[in-house]
């Protein structure tokens, strides 16, 4: 396994890996890796040549400085098990002046709309540091397939859309959500979780799959007061947003339509760790 902190070192790696019959997949994540990120990584290394895997937690998409600070940060351990998965990846885990110089700033976006639903309501500037990072990483990598998971649905909507925009010649796959044998949504933040909330937060993956049921034979009015409802009666948990949208738009349903997809989503505070979550409902 090959680690890189500049990205001089990673076009070194890299360099060769071109021509017919050959792929580059990548992976980028914040690191403090988990089964859920080992899964992406697995379906790009048999998918692909060689994979990179990027590991940097990203100053620029934090609305919350606290939320930076208490971020977990792992690298020994990530590096154990990225060697445990494959000896043939490439790991790039950068300083925050090898990606973004003395000028650590997001650029401006526009996602045609989709930045300002759910979590844009709720962390101001968050997607225009996500657009910032992915694109330069892409710009770094240039790799020819990028994973990214379904648990961030509007991030990888907004993602797509980036790349459609930018017309930048990667290839983005979604991969479902991988899920605890409880159904939680695997998450870095999990770790943060004390013994009693762990215990506790399977709760939010029930409640999806009754919002699901529900939906086939109720509105998404009534569907969005029953969940509203089900947390009012938990002492644990503060319900951030619960909405029903258009797969599509990711704009909020107000009727029903055959033609369309949809899918719930929702964040929720557990103490002060922020869980999100979705869930397909046809």
Excluded at 57 to 82: A, G, I, W
Excluded at 92 to 115: C, K, M, R, T, V
Excluded at 121 to 127: I, L, N, P
């Amino acid at each position: 396994m090959i680690i890189c902190h500049k990205k001089e070192e990673l076009r070194q790696a890299l360099d060769g890996l071109s021509g017919q019959n050959q792929s580059l997949g990548f992976v980028p994540t914040m690191g403090a890796l988990h089964a859920g990120h080992l899964s992406l990584i697995k379906q790009g290394l048999l998918e692909n040549t060689k994979m990179v895997v990027s590991i940097f937690v990203n100053p620029t998409q934090f609305d919350n400085v606290s939320d930076l600070e208490k971020y977990p940060r792992s690298l020994e351990n990530d590096l154990e098990l990225l060697k445990k998965l494959s000896n043939d990846i490439i790991v790039y885990a950068p300083s925050p002046d090898d990606i973004y110089g003395d000028d650590i700033a997001s650029e401006n976006f526009d996602f045609d709309g989709l930045e300002h639903q759910m979590e844009g309501k709720f962390r101001k500037g968050h997607f225009d540091g996500v657009g910032t990072i992915v694109k330069r990483l892409f710009e770094i990598v240039k790799p020819d397939v990028a994973y990214f998971g379904k648990k961030d649905f509007q991030q990888l909507r907004i993602i797509e859309k980036m790349v459609e925009k930018y017309h930048l010649p990667v290839k983005i796959i979604g991969c479902e959500i991988f899920r605890a044998d409880d159904g939680l949504a695997m998450s870095s933040r999990n770790e943060r979780l004390t013994e009693s909330q762990r215990e506790a937060v399977p709760f939010i993956y029930k409640i999806l799959k009754t919002a699901k049921e529900r939906f086939g034979t109720e509105s998404a009015h009534e569907v969005t007061e029953w969940v509203v409802k089900q947390f009012g009666k938990q002492d644990l948990f503060a319900l951030e947003y619960f909405t029903i949208a258009d797969e599509a738009t990711l704009e909020s349903v107000k009727r029903k339509s055959k033609l369309k997809s949809y899918r719930a989503f929702i964040a929720v505070f557990v103490g002060d760790i922020r869980l999100i979550d979705n869930i397909a409902l046809n």
